[in-house]
């Protein structure tokens, strides 16, 4: 990235760079050469996919809508290792050519700055298959293990979070992104598994002390986001864990506060996506409150299942800041001061299903000086302990979630995590106006 000018006093730098940009060959202006349309015949296979899988599978509803009718099909092509399906890729093993056709992303990065990620369900021309494919522009390093890439040997078939203390307790690796977009739900034939994928900005202990903070926005800590010179921790790592399921919770959960999905939108766009214009950006501190109070993002029905586990993850948070003995925030966002909260979460949330007891702290005044040494986010034991509760909850997602077309429209004031390419604007005759063009990917 350039250094900042002012263009009205440096009008010659502009301009130099669109006169630059207006001449460059199409791969010059960022076109990738290894994306084509695909012929009639590979898109006529493209859609015809979804015959081949039972009528109510996942594979048919993931088919049926990434090659919806609008969506032109192409295909990548890609020289890269590939795994045989029995081992992981080796750094080692052979460049070979391999093609893919795909359809409307799965997940499509909306920012100006980034990596530009977009993930596709895809077609392996070669092997007859239905596979997933992330695209975007890679990090400049990549932590291995004897001749194992660290993100194909734990994405593998680990729960994510199991994954992630693993690396973590184990190789001594920082997942460091952890987000929505970077959760996976593998329908095995044993049942649902989880998987933590994108180990691609993953950091090493040592690194961690000297690196700049990073993640997804949305799902960075809030003190990551409020004092981003601090060195990230494993508990910024873990605190995202705890927005992912907050965040997911507004979008597909009916909740208490609000009642239409453009009020959730907002609520979701002020938390979340807010960052102020000062260089560094910051969050907004609304969130940072609430985690340092303990105060709850997601209020659902009075007797909900997670409520035990939502009030749990909340007092971790809170006890965790309290023991950081972080300085005074300064308020400068426009944004309101979140008192400490007005609710008091029982002395134990210990209940007769063996959720792990959660203790509610004393008020600041009469606890023990702060000690980072008894932050309760130093392991993974004490949340992956309420998040593991949480998993074996039966039933309360299929009773309470939002179907297909129910979801949150980013319409009224987009968020910057939006991953759902069918909210791209459209004409007025309905149609995509992303539809036609080469693709960048």
């Not at 795994?83 to 893919?100: I, N, Q, W, Y």
């Not at 938390?271 to 985690?291: C, H, L, N, Q, R």
């Not at 029982?346 to 606890?367: E, F, H, N, Y």
Request: overall charge negative; glycine content about 6%.
């Amino acid at each position: 990235m350039s250094s900042k000018f002012d263009y009205l006093e440096r009008p010659e730098v502009i301009g130099r760079f669109f006169y630059r940009l207006s001449r460059a060959t199409l791969r010059g202006r960022g076109y990738d050469p290894t994306v084509a349309r695909a012929s009639i015949e590979e898109t006529t296979v493209f859609r015809g996919l979804s015959s081949r899988f039972a009528p109510d599978s996942t594979e048919v509803k993931a088919l049926e809508n990434f090659a919806s009718a609008g969506w032109p099909i192409h295909k990548i092509t890609i020289n890269a290792p590939f795994s045989d399906g029995e081992k992981a890729v080796s750094r080692h093993d052979a460049t070979l050519e391999r093609h893919f056709l795909v359809g409307k992303p799965a997940f499509m990065g909306r920012s100006l700055v980034g990596r530009g990620t977009k993930a596709f369900v895809a077609y392996d021309m070669m092997n007859d298959r239905v596979i997933f494919i992330k695209n975007g522009w890679a990090a400049r390093h990549s932590i291995t293990t004897g001749v194992l890439y660290i993100p194909t040997l734990l994405g593998g078939g680990d729960m994510m979070f199991r994954a992630h203390q693993r690396a973590w307790e184990e190789a001594h690796i920082l997942h460091g992104d952890v987000s929505a977009g970077n959760i996976l739900i593998y329908d095995s034939a044993d049942g649902p598994i989880g998987l933590l994928a994108d180990w691609d900005l993953a950091k090493t202990q040592k690194e961690l002390e000297k690196c700049l903070v990073t993640g997804t926005w949305p799902f960075m800590s809030a003190c990551s986001q409020q004092f981003p010179d601090m060195p990230h921790t494993l508990a910024d790592d873990l605190e995202s864990f705890v927005h992912v399921l907050n965040w997911c919770l507004l979008k597909y959960i009916p909740t208490t506060w609000y009642t239409d999905r453009k009020s959730v939108a907002k609520y979701i766009a002020s938390v979340y996506d807010f960052a102020t214009a000062e260089d560094p950006e910051k969050g907004s501190s609304e969130k940072y409150f609430k985690i340092k109070y303990g105060e709850l993002f997601v209020h659902l029905q009075t007797n909900h299942r997670i409520n035990p586990s939502l009030r749990g993850l909340a007092e971790l948070c809170r006890d965790h800041y309290y023991h950081l003995s972080l300085p005074d925030l300064r308020i400068d966002d426009g944004l309101k001061h979140i008192p400490a909260p007005s609710f008091r979460v029982p002395k134990s949330l210990r209940i007769s299903q063996g959720l792990p007891s959660v203790c509610t702290p004393a008020s600041d005044q009469q606890r023990d000086p702060p000690d980072a040494s008894k932050s309760p986010l130093l392991t993974h034991h004490e949340m992956g302990a309420l998040l593991l509760y949480t998993s074996c909850i039966e039933y309360w997602i299929k009773e309470e979630k939002y179907d297909g077309h129910d979801l949150i429209l980013w319409d009224d004031q987009p968020s910057r995590s939006s991953n759902n390419p069918s909210t791209e604007p459209k004409d007025a005759s309905g149609s995509d106006r992303s539809e036609g063009g080469s693709a960048q990917c």
